[in-house]
């Protein structure tokens, strides 16, 4: 596994394309991977996710993958200096039962609810599945609950901070749009997300390892998804 740190350029033309419509952020990074011949969508092939943080002095944006990426076709001024590519082994090796993390998460906390009787007419008219509609969890309490049922089902747990309450703090970050293409038809994409930064515990070390490699939650071709780990903080 490899972690790309790109130092965007704010001023550059390109960037502010691919900040204003995700589904062209997505092309850009996927543009440093191979293509790939089989019917798995190259992103899940190469097990790319991505995440756009914000700093003081704009914005980084890191890049997980299986194998190591191309970043000579970024365009001419999207980055302010060079690129920094890492391998994840040793991380991985550090991953074990009991072991605690500091961690930074980019998620779409969301919850399906059952549409009503028109919302259900009108899609079946238009031949659409009549699933279930996602919201997004708006609350911090909700948004915290979200993610300790994420550790349940990915090996790990939320310790409690010194005011006994879970030790991570969720974000609302920015609502990223843009459109995406279901059989050549552009379809709206508004994905709302939430920074967590907090601690965790290692409960399984497969599972665990399995969440850091795949990425936790939806929206993971939109820049949700990475988990990052940094030594526990005293």
Request: hydrophobic share 35%; proline share 6%.
């Amino acid at each position: 596994m490899f972690l790309s740190k790109l130092k965007i350029d704010v001023t550059s033309r390109e960037f502010r394309r691919d900040y204003a419509d995700v589904h062209q952020m997505h092309r850009t990074v996927m543009a440093a991977f191979p293509q790939v011949d089989g019917e798995q969508p190259p992103r899940q092939e190469h097990g790319v996710l991505w995440r756009l943080d914000q700093s003081q002095r704009g914005y980084l944006l890191y890049v997980q993958s299986r194998v190591q990426p191309d970043w000579s076709g970024l365009p001419k001024h999207y980055l302010t200096e060079p690129h920094q590519v890492r391998d994840l082994q040793p991380l991985f090796d550090a991953i074990v039962g009991g072991r605690g993390f500091a961690f930074r998460l980019v998620a779409n906390p969301t919850r399906a609810v059952k549409r009503d009787e028109k919302q259900q007419s009108k899609r079946a008219e238009q031949g659409k599945r009549n699933q279930p509609r996602r919201v997004v969890h708006r609350t911090p309490e909700a948004q915290i609950d979200w993610l300790i049922r994420q550790g349940e089902r990915n090996g790990f747990v939320i310790p409690a901070g010194k005011n006994g309450r879970p030790d991570v703090a969720p974000t609302p970050a920015f609502r990223i749009q843009g459109k995406t293409y279901i059989s050549d038809e552009a379809q709206k994409v508004s994905i709302d997300h939430v920074r967590y930064d907090g601690h965790l515990i290692v409960t399984d070390s497969a599972l665990f390892a399995s969440a850091v490699r795949d990425g936790i939650g939806r929206g993971k071709a939109y820049g949700c998804g990475l988990l990052s780990l940094a030594p526990a903080q005293r």
